[in-house]
């Protein structure tokens, strides 16, 4: 029998997935990488030989002693025994006295930010993805290639319009380019969970400025707007303190009186965000 996971672990043994993982985040031969749950390093493997250096951040202390014994003769790569939501991205990135002259030579795209990779744990996903995006609005971020469950996989990706699309799309498409990649089976990972798995892989663009909203004020109205799907815009504001008057002043033509969120794309949302002049809620 399959030794038993803990902390919800599924671990990928399909070895042309691992490969495939690997290789959908490009050249990475002048790239620091950061793994979210390594596990008994399957995907770390690939990366080692290829990435100019390689952060793997553990939770599980039996996994990271693992990990560190298995790759202790490969000096640029680092086993962190941590969590990644409480790390901080950025103090991994190389800083110029650490990058070896060959790197110095690349562009500054190269040396200032970081590549993420991983099998993201199901019952954390959605805390995983904002702390990434939290590092994109730093400038910490340029790629991540993650595994989710294929039905948040498709929630991800929805357009603004579907049943599927809700805050997290929305969050997501406001801090990246989103591509589904490929489909996982249960029998891709042992034990196998009960669900299908989706690698996706995200460009990070944040739209913030593109859009000229404040990023933490625009986040914030985001999650008023779908803090209950099922009512409308218009009830989720005023639950949210905003009062009637200030709502049909600043109600754009683009949005149908009685629109649901989930059917307002974010353009329509940074303008009723702006025109709201945030702040004065009551």
Not at 205 to 225: C, H, K, M, Q, S
Not at 231 to 259: D, V
Request: glycine fraction near 6%.
């Amino acid at each position: 029998m399959p030794k038993k996971p803990k902390l919800g672990q599924n671990f990928l043994v399909d070895q042309n997935a691992c490969e495939r993982i690997a290789l959908s985040l490009g050249d990475t031969s002048a790239r620091t990488v950061v793994e979210v749950g390594p596990g008994h390093g399957a995907i770390t493997a690939l990366l080692a030989p290829r990435c100019a250096r390689l952060h793997c951040i553990e939770f599980d202390p039996a996994l990271a002693r693992e990990l560190t014994f298995r790759f202790r003769n490969d000096p640029h790569v680092t086993i962190h025994h941590a969590d990644v939501l409480q790390s901080d991205l950025v103090t991994l990135i190389p800083s110029p006295l650490t990058t070896s002259s060959l790197h110095a030579e690349q562009s500054s795209q190269h040396t200032s930010t970081l590549d993420v990779i991983g099998n993201l744990p199901y019952y954390i996903t959605s805390d995983i993805l904002l702390h990434l995006y939290a590092a994109a609005r730093a400038g910490v971020l340029r790629r991540a290639v993650v595994m989710v469950q294929r039905e948040v996989a498709d929630r991800i990706a929805s357009p603004p319009g579907g049943s599927d699309y809700g805050a997290l799309s929305a969050f997501t498409q406001m801090h990246a380019h989103v591509e589904p990649l490929f489909t996982l089976p249960p029998a891709a990972f042992n034990p196998p969970p009960d669900v299908h798995s989706t690698v996706l892989r995200l460009d990070f663009a944040p739209r913030f400025a593109e859009l000229g909203v404040d990023p933490d004020g625009f986040n914030a109205f985001l999650r008023a707007t779908f803090a209950q799907k099922r009512k409308t815009l218009n009830n989720n504001l005023r639950h949210a303190g905003y009062n009637a008057a200030q709502l049909t002043a600043a109600w754009p033509g683009s949005i149908p009186p009685q629109a649901r969120s989930e059917a307002v794309p974010l353009e329509a949302m940074a303008e009723f965000f702006k025109r709201l002049a945030p702040g004065n809620a009551a």
